[in-house]
């Protein structure tokens, strides 16, 4: 069993920036990957950033260039820093560990 808790969500302007971290605990034995998704109302759950276990890092052509995905194995944590935000970005950010366990999520809103 493993648990994850997201954190750093918010409301921010257009054209600024978040950092989400997500903290893992349990059973989080040598994971595959861990990465965020969102999900905007209305949509689907949509890929942001993946990061493997050798620090390969995937990102959806959306966020490419704009978002940064980044873990720290020795504290169980993998972060996403997002800049220049968009209000299409705005979505239930949620935190998976081997795609298979998620966090309850954390709201992000871009508005003026």
């Known amino acids: 069993q493993v648990q994850l808790a997201e954190s750093g969500g918010g409301l921010v302007q257009p054209g600024g920036s978040l950092r989400l971290s997500c903290a893992a605990s349990g059973n989080i034995f040598r994971p595959y990957a861990m990465g965020w998704y969102r999900q905007a109302p209305g949509k689907p759950r949509e890929l942001v950033a993946t990061?493997?276990?050798?620090?390969?890092?995937n990102y959806a052509g959306s966020v490419k260039g704009r978002f940064t995905i980044s873990g720290d194995n020795t504290k169980n944590t993998v972060d996403l820093q997002m800049n220049s935000l968009q209000s299409e970005d705005t979505a239930v950010y949620y935190c998976?560990?081997?795609?298979?366990?998620w966090g309850p999520g954390t709201q992000v809103t871009v508005s003026s």
């Open positions: 990061i493997g276990s050798g620090g390969g890092t």
């Open positions: 998976t560990y081997n795609f298979r366990f």
